[in-house]
């Protein structure tokens, strides 16, 4: 099947249409008409070869949204003119003790990524959902309730896991005393999120400009991280901090907010960490850990749940072809807080 795409051609290129050929439907296959398509900072990272492993051309795209157009001779689980979603993951051994327990992120043999990855089978690299249509094992497409308002919900498939993930994996809920640093697209979703499970938030930012924004979102409290008074005031006052800075940063000003017990998790960074004074950890039996993003059956809980409470990012549509101009906001933060295509702008280009 062939559909066009924006690709990036290099790390120093703007995004730009190609068309490409997606392949035939193996038995278990399910072909996808894009209809929206989030917008990832992971993406931008990706397109500049900022991690290193950018493979070119390079479709990006992993919060995809659409409709079936066809299935393959096996598939059961979904039926043509569904809505469904497709996440970070395309496909992984299924076999593995990660897998078998629902923690396909974590598969012994590697995950295939939705795009930048390699299939499985034929050896090609996988092309993402800045395309008008994509082709993907069933068993990692999440058909969607009723309920979902389609085009706002792509960035649940990012950005929304990444931090249901571990609210879920560490018991979040009424009760919990949850910090999130960060009012980006991570952290505003950590903040709904937490909220919506009745957790008591508090917003940990460099800006207090962010105050009104955070409240209007969930939070119950605003720590401005700079406000050394303010910070040592709120030692002790936390459970559970997601940290979704994106960018190298000492942690010891946030262990120290934490209670006995409690625990800070990484959902942003992936990269080397200043040190930290190991005292701060075993002086209240702290954690720090990390979080990657959810299973297939953790963000199909994460659809539901978001479908039932009406939960979604904050969203700014744009049509495709102005993807170049929101990377280049997505560096100047100048976005609140996700930005999400509309896949039908592609149509005017053909094919």
């Given at each position: 099947m062939r559909t066009l795409a924006y690709a990036a051609l290099s790390a120093s290129t703007p995004l730009q249409p190609l068309?490409?050929?997606?392949?035939?439907?193996?038995?278990?296959?399910?072909?996808?008409?894009?209809?929206?398509?989030?917008?990832c900072h992971s993406d931008l990272h990706q397109a500049r070869n900022d991690w290193g492993s950018a493979r070119y051309p390079m479709v990006p795209g992993h919060e995809i949204i659409g409709r079936v157009q066809a299935v393959g001779s096996a598939v059961t689980s979904?039926?043509?003119?569904?809505?469904?979603?497709?996440g970070c993951m395309a496909d992984s051994c299924r076999d593995c003790d990660q897998c078998n327990q629902g923690e396909e992120q974590f598969c012994r043999h590697?995950?295939?990524?939705?795009?930048?990855?390699?299939?499985?089978?034929?050896?090609?690299?996988t092309q993402g959902g800045?395309?008008?249509?994509?082709?993907?094992?069933?068993?990692?497409?999440?058909?969607?309730?009723?309920?979902?308002?389609?085009a706002r919900a792509a960035?649940?498939?990012?950005?929304?896991?990444?931090?249901?993930?571990?609210?879920?994996?560490?018991?979040?809920?009424?009760?919990?005393?949850?910090?999130?640093?960060?009012?980006?697209?991570?952290?505003?979703?950590a903040v709904k999120l937490g909220a919506a499970l009745g957790c008591e938030v508090t917003l940990i930012t460099g800006s207090a400009g962010k105050a009104a924004d955070a409240?209007?979102?969930?939070?119950?409290?605003?720590?401005?991280?700079?406000?050394?008074?303010?910070?040592?005031?709120?030692?002790?006052?936390?459970?559970?901090?997601?940290?979704?800075?994106?960018?190298?940063?000492?942690?010891?000003?946030?262990?120290?907010?934490?209670?006995?017990?409690?625990?800070?998790?990484?959902?942003?960074?992936?990269?080397?960490?200043?040190?930290?004074?190991?005292?701060?950890?075993?002086?209240?039996?702290?954690?720090?850990?990390?979080?990657?993003?959810g299973g297939i059956a953790q963000t199909r809980e994460l659809l539901e749940f978001c479908a039932q409470k009406g939960?979604?990012?904050?969203?700014?549509?744009?049509?495709?072809?102005?993807?170049?101009?929101?990377?280049?906001?997505?560096?100047r933060s100048d976005v609140k807080y996700r930005f999400v295509i509309d896949m039908a702008s592609l149509d005017a280009q053909g094919a």
């Open positions: 068309a490409i050929d997606r392949r035939a439907l193996r038995a278990d296959d399910v072909a996808i008409e894009i209809l929206y398509c989030g917008v979904v039926n043509v003119g569904d809505a469904v979603g497709v590697g995950v295939t990524m939705t795009y930048n990855g390699r299939d499985r089978i034929s050896g090609d690299i800045y395309s008008r249509a994509i082709v993907v094992r069933d068993a990692f497409v999440i058909a969607l309730s009723p309920q979902l308002d389609l960035p649940l498939l990012c950005a929304g896991i990444t931090s249901w993930s571990p609210l879920r994996q560490y018991g979040a809920g009424p009760g919990t005393r949850l910090g999130v640093i960060g009012l980006g697209g991570l952290g505003h979703m409240r209007a979102l969930g939070a119950q409290h605003v720590l401005v991280s700079g406000d050394a008074e303010a910070m040592r005031a709120a030692a002790s006052s936390l459970d559970l901090i997601i940290d979704t800075v994106p960018v190298a940063h000492a942690l010891a000003p946030y262990v120290k907010l934490l209670d006995v017990g409690g625990r800070i998790v990484l959902v942003g960074a992936l990269e080397e960490m200043p040190p930290l004074d190991a005292s701060l950890l075993v002086r209240g039996r702290k954690q720090v850990s990390g979080s990657l993003i939960i979604y990012p904050e969203c700014e549509q744009i049509p495709m072809q102005d993807i170049n101009e929101a990377f280049a906001r997505m560096e």
